[in-house]
Structures are given as C-alpha cells and as structure tokens.
C-alpha cells in the first residue's frame, strides 16, 4: 500500500478510523491485532503499534487486560446551554450551568478559605495572595458525572457577609447574580471564555474519561461595574457535551 507524503502510521489510523466512524468496526468489537495490522496494510510492527496509539489516543478504542483492545461505545453528545447570568429569579448555580429546566441534575460542593494564585488574582483584578473563596462542585446528571466547576471570589467582597459561603445562609445555593445582590452589589456583565486542552488525571478520573480525553474548558467572569466579583473555571467532557449559547439580540 502506497501512503504517499502522510506518515504511514497516520494513514492506517485513518483507516481504521473511518471503519469505527461508519460501523465496520462496531463498539465492543475487538481491533485488528497488531500482526493483522502488519499483514494487512504492508506496515511494519512500530507503524502498526503507533497506529493502535492514535486510536487510543483519541478515545475510540480501549485496552483490556489479558484480552486486546476494542472499539468503545461513542456516547451520543448532549447539550449543555449557557444563557449568562439571569436577572430575575433563584436559579441554583447548576441550573445556571444547565439551563434546560428539566431538573434532573444533581451536584455536590465545598469551600474553603485560600490564597489567590497568579491567574485568579489577575482574573479578580486583586493581589496574588489576597483571600479568596474556593468553591468546587461536582454536577451529576442522571446519577452521571458531567461537570466540575471551581469557582474563586475574593473576600474583600464577599468577607464577613452572609454570602461569604456559596451554598451556605440565606440565600445559599443561588446563583451568583442573586447572591451578590443581597450585599448590594449589581452584577451587571459577563463574560466567557471556551478553550480545549487535554483532561487532567484528576479531571478525568471524576469525569469517567480515558488518558488523553480532550475537555471543554469556560472560562467565567462575572462583573459589577466593571470589577470583576467571581470567575470561575468549569470543566466539561468534550466526548459527551456540546456547548452551546443563547445570547439576545439587542
């Protein structure tokens, strides 16, 4: 088999690819064996290893000790929407997240008291080192772990206050924009940031991914007269999650 200028190894994962893509090659089913591989497209034993990788790499297929490597299940991608912040009404902070008003989503939280790193600092617009609040939560659907989110907001604003805990005191588990209005303070702005990137051991291992996953990545900021009072990072399986937006038309 002739391969031309692509690498040889890429050109077979291609191939076997597109057999996964169109059911040639359905889930649970095994992948050609190394040697196969060989005979099959004119490759040597490093090609076809390196193929195998690229495959795996990407979250196709999936070793099982003592017995090969098979095709995985492709999960059928959801939708999670984002609508920014809500004026009006209670909306916990996962329904933020979801916004599909179908309440089928669970989610679990814990705060603590930290310093502000380099990036949360820049992204609060305080110092390095300054208290921050810490907030990471886990959101499940259908039992399913489907998001994580960390969230940071400074105590200068939030410190001595009945909100200086998210899910705790009057008005705990409200949403942001809810929340800072109890102290008077208007969130009037904000912003998103979505980027990819590879999942980090720990991510996946709660997200129920594989080495090499790839993972959405928003970037949240709310703001109040141009002072930024929370920014958040949530993570979100890219195999499994779409993202998609509602932004109105003005």
Request: glycine content about 12%; hydrophobic content about 35%; overall charge negative.
């Amino acid at each position: 088999m002739t391969f031309g200028e692509q690498p040889a190894y890429l050109r077979v994962a291609g191939d076997l690819r597109q057999k996964i893509v169109d059911g040639q090659l359905p889930p649970h089913t095994r992948l050609p064996s190394q040697a196969r591989i060989r005979q099959e497209y004119g490759v040597s034993d490093t090609v076809a290893l390196e193929a195998r990788k690229v495959l795996m790499a990407e979250g196709l297929v999936e070793g099982r000790s003592g017995s090969g490597t098979y095709v995985r299940e492709r999960p059928v991608p959801r939708r999670i929407s984002r609508s920014g912040y809500r004026p009006t009404g209670g909306a916990t902070p996962f329904r933020q997240e979801q916004a599909d008003g179908e309440g089928r989503g669970t989610w679990e939280s814990s705060s603590e008291q930290s310093e502000a790193s380099v990036a949360v600092a820049e992204r609060l617009g305080i110092e390095p080192g300054e208290r921050v609040m810490c907030t990471r939560y886990l959101y499940r659907e259908g039992g399913e772990a489907m998001m994580l989110s960390t969230s940071w907001e400074s105590l200068a604003v939030t410190g001595r206050t009945p909100v200086m805990l998210p899910e705790e005191g009057p008005v705990g588990g409200m949403g942001v924009v809810e929340r800072m209005r109890a102290i008077d303070v208007i969130v009037d702005n904000v912003t998103e940031e979505v980027g990819a990137r590879p999942g980090l051991a720990e991510e996946l291992l709660v997200l129920g991914g594989v080495p090499g996953h790839v993972v959405l990545v928003v970037q949240r900021t709310f703001y109040a007269s141009g002072r930024p009072v929370e920014t958040a990072d949530v993570v979100i399986p890219a195999d499994r999650y779409r993202v998609a937006y509602h932004l109105p038309v003005k």
